[in-house]
T-cell receptor, first 114, second 117 residues
Framework: SQQGEEDPQALSIQEGENATMNCSYK?????LQWYRQNSGRGLVHLIL?????REKHSGRLRVTLDTSKKSSSLLITASRAADTASYFC??????????????FGQGTILTVHP | DAEITQSPRHKITETGRQVTLACHQT?????MFWYRQDLGHGLRLIHY???????NKGEVSDGYSVSRSNTEDLPLTLESAASSQTSVYFC????????????????FGEGSRLTVL
């Protein structure tokens, strides 16, 4: 079963607008990561937020984490056409069987129109 | 620059044939993973390895096997390919976790698209 579930499944915006994607997960985590995938390519790591952090920034990216609600959001500010891609959240888990592994959600397809 | 490469990038095979997808990383990472990506399912973990001679089953391991004879390579073998194994396969690697099971970022290959007819 999928640990992370993204919402919305697809998002279409204009250049310059902000894009917000949400992720929910089911079990306790050590950290949550966001990845980007351009069409036909591999996934690329964007940002990692630990379970004891509430917010993290990296350039135009802002990630929040609410462990009480088991949810995270990724905000891309001032979006560009080049941000068009699929975005995935991924979680590890607490406990030996989850060691070193990530479970991915189904992703949000972001389209940024010029 | 360090990298992770997969081959072949595209393959068409027939039902029942054995297929091996190669994955080679020059990051010197201990951890290596194989995922498959399908519409509606996201990425699902097939097998993973924490080091040489170590292999573990993931969420969807039936019909697949891996071996880890060195740090750099984790080939994925489909023993008898089935149409349900038509998918895009991604190999990934990461550093050995630090502390108590803290998982670092994964570095992905470009994927291998497999079609089983």
């Amino acid at each position: 079963s999928q640990q992370g579930e993204e919402d919305p499944q697809a998002l279409s915006i204009q250049e310059g607008e902000n894009a917000t994607m949400n992720c929910s997960y089911k079990t306790s985590i050590n950290n949550l990561q966001w990845y980007r995938q351009n069409s036909g390519r591999g996934l690329v790591h964007l940002i990692l937020i630990r379970s004891n952090e509430r917010e993290k920034h990296s350039g135009r990216l802002r990630v929040t984490l609410d462990t009480s609600k088991k949810s995270s959001s990724l905000l891309i500010t001032a979006s560009r056409a080049a941000d068009t891609a699929s975005y995935f959240c991924a979680t590890d888990g607490v406990g030996g069987t989850s060691y070193g592994k990530l479970t991915f959600g189904q992703g949000t397809i972001l389209t940024v129109h010029p | 620059d360090a990298e992770i490469t997969q081959s072949p990038r595209h393959k068409i095979t027939e039902t029942g044939r054995q297929v091996t997808l190669a994955c080679h990383q020059t990051w010197n990472h201990n951890n290596m993973f194989w995922y498959r990506q399908d519409l509606g399912h996201g990425l699902r973990l097939i097998h993973y390895s924490y080091g040489v001679q170590d292999t573990n089953k993931g969420e969807v391991s039936d019909g697949y096997s891996v071996s880890r004879s060195n740090t750099e390579d984790l080939p994925l073998t489909l023993e008898s390919a089935a149409s349900s194994q038509t998918s895009v396969y991604f190999c990934a690697s990461s550093e050995k976790a630090r502390g108590q099971g803290i998982t670092g970022e994964l570095f992905f290959g470009e994927g291998s698209r497999l079609t089983v007819l």
